[in-house]
């Protein structure tokens, strides 16, 4: 498709168990970004990949957040033994490397609820 | 750290009438953009700003780059129900400039017809 791409949209999981959340980014798109949405709140970022350098991991809320992005294209975010605070929407966006910061594209999210 | 802080938090508005919010920052920033978030969708870009001062529309929408760099504002005019979402202010994380962005803490806006 011609834009970012997220699954599943939503995500219903028992607290204490992991969870991997896909991005498919625009392709083409070098910068790769995780943002964490918590109901009625805004973006907070996570996680942020640009082209084969190391990635800015300093938005991780704790050690049980990884992610991981395979070259310039998928990233997955996983999320171990799940806590109900985890529960939000997780964003990914893609963007050029050399493109002003307007030209970041978002997905629709992840739908993430742990009960 | 940087913290972008909007105003308000949220906004009842009737049909027609014109709606103006407000960021403000801790520290300066060289970049300051809009975004927009409908319900169930990521945000999408409205306007980007890229110098102190500077005053840019897009349709009915306004927003200017504060000269302190410490803040901005985004009006929009003659509202319409389809303006209903969340506004949120970003800018970059570091002065660099590079794409990396910090989001305020959002306006929400309801219209009512």
């Known amino acids: 498709g011609a834009g970012v791409s997220q699954s599943p949209s939503n995500k219903v999981t028992e607290k204490g168990k992991d969870v991997e959340l896909r991005c498919d980014p625009i392709?083409?798109?070098?910068?790769l970004y995780w943002y964490r949405q918590r109901l009625g709140q805004g973006l907070e970022f996570l996680i942020y990949f640009q082209g084969n350098s190391a990635p800015d991991k300093s938005g991780l809320p704790s050690d049980r957040f990884s992610a991981e992005r395979t070259g310039e294209s998928v990233s997955t975010l996983t999320i171990q033994r799940t806590q109900q605070e985890d529960s939000a929407v997780y964003l990914c966006a893609s963007s050029l490397w050399d493109s002003p910061e307007n030209t970041i594209y978002f997905g629709e999210g992840s739908w993430l609820t742990v009960v | 750290g940087q913290q972008l802080n909007q105003s308000p938090q949220s906004m009842f508005i009737q049909e027609g009438e014109d709606v103006s919010m407000n960021c403000t920052s801790s520290s300066i920033f060289n970049t300051w953009l809009w975004y927009k978030q409908e319900p169930g969708e990521g945000p999408v870009l409205l306007i980007a700003l890229y110098k102190a001062g500077e005053l840019t529309s897009n349709g009915r929408l306004t927003a200017q780059f504060g000269i302190t760099r410490k803040d901005s504002f985004l009006n929009i005019s003659a509202s319409i129900p389809s303006d209903v979402g969340i506004y949120f202010c970003?800018?970059?994380?570091?002065?660099?400039?590079?794409?990396?962005?910090?989001f305020g803490t959002g306006t929400r806006l309801t219209v009512i017809p």
């Open positions: 392709s083409g798109h070098t910068a």
């Open positions: 970003a800018g970059p994380k570091y002065q660099t400039g590079a794409n990396n962005l910090f």
